[in-house]
């Protein structure tokens, strides 16, 4: 396969970096996690220009300077998935600091851009999809630096992230929730949550969390069937006794939770309104329903 970087398509094997790569050392660097899928008009990028507008944001809000315009960089995705002729694909757009000189100070460094593309099915795998998972509250809280900057998708703001996943699998969860430090439910390793009580979804506002596409797709899906959106803080013990609950992201897509802390979830399996929600998600990125 072939990687785009900076502006050319290089083989997957030489699609290197230096082992001084400022990112590497410090974490500053911004990235992107967006599908394509199959659809009968052939392979659709789901939500490129939000995904493009946020991997811009995200550079504004580290003041990282983009040496390629959205416009560009929506062609460099659409460019990765064609070159590998993938039917359907994960990519990863990533910018991150060059390696011309070390420090903290990022002055004077280059910024390099990647797009690689693959093939990659259910993230947690397809029995997460259709009947949930277990998940384990972390001891890793999205501290301070995730919370002021967590519009940011940062490579530095997954340090936690990884850890409470790490702690999780170790554990015998298939993820991690993250609090935020006033010990409000605040995401997913990499996903966002949603619950369900009494007919109506809950999501904790975006105080603590990624802005997350799929979310923001969910909230626009629960609206077409007449489902009341109330983002508020929410409570770990208002996840124990919901009626369903869900995690979405551009990876995890629509993934029931079944059980939180050895708690199971309404019935311990996917929700009714949860298996209706995914449903809907998969028409919608397919191509089968307008969103
Ligand atoms: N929260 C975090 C920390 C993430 O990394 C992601 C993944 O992108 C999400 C939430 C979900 O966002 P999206 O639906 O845009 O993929």
């Known amino acids: 396969g072939v990687i785009w970087y900076d502006g050319k398509m290089v083989n997957w094997r030489d699609a290197t970096t230096h082992v001084l790569t400022h990112t590497l050392?410090?974490?500053?660097?911004?990235?992107e996690g967006v599908r394509a899928y199959k659809t009968d008009k052939g392979t659709a990028i789901f939500r490129l220009q939000e995904h493009t507008d946020r991997l811009f944001r995200s550079a504004h809000i580290l003041?990282?300077?983009?040496?390629?315009?959205?416009?560009?960089?929506m062609e460099a995705q659409k460019a990765a998935v064609r070159e590998n002729n993938l039917e359907s694909a994960y990519m990863r757009p990533m910018a991150f600091y060059g390696a011309e000189a070390m420090g903290i100070s990022a002055k004077t460094l280059s910024t390099h851009v990647i797009v690689a593309a693959w093939k990659w099915g259910a993230y947690m795998g397809q029995e997460a999809l259709d009947n949930g998972i277990r998940v384990k509250t972390s001891s890793f809280s999205r501290h301070h630096v995730n919370i002021t900057m967590c519009k940011a998708k940062a490579n530095g703001n997954y340090m936690n992230s990884i850890l409470a996943h790490q702690e999780?699998?170790?554990?015998?969860?298939?993820?991690?929730?993250?609090?935020?430090v006033d010990?409000?439910?605040?995401?997913?390793?990499?996903?966002?949550?949603?619950?369900?009580r009494n007919g109506k979804l809950y999501t904790p506002d975006l105080t603590s969390a990624l802005?997350?596409?799929?979310?923001?797709?969910?909230?626009?899906?629960?609206?077409?069937?007449?489902?009341?959106?109330?983002?508020?803080?929410i409570t770990r013990d208002e996840v124990y006794g919901a009626d369903e609950a869900?995690?979405?992201?551009?990876?995890?897509?629509?993934?029931?939770i079944r059980e939180l802390d050895r708690r199971a979830i309404g019935a311990g399996t996917a929700g009714p309104i949860t298996k209706q929600l995914q449903k809907m998600y998969f028409d919608v990125v397919t191509g089968k329903s307008a969103k």
């Open 246 to 256: 869900f995690f979405t992201g551009t990876a995890a897509e629509v993934t029931p």
């Open 25 to 31: 050392h410090y974490g500053m660097g911004v990235f």
């Open 168 to 180: 999780a699998a170790q554990d015998g969860y298939e993820e991690a929730l993250l609090l935020d």
């Open 211 to 233: 802005e997350g596409i799929t979310r923001d797709t969910i909230v626009q899906l629960a609206a077409e069937i007449g489902l009341t959106v109330i983002e508020k803080r």
């Open 183 to 196: 010990g409000f439910v605040a995401e997913g390793s990499g996903e966002n949550i949603f619950i369900v």
């Open 63 to 73: 003041q990282m300077k983009m040496p390629f315009t959205k416009e560009e960089m």
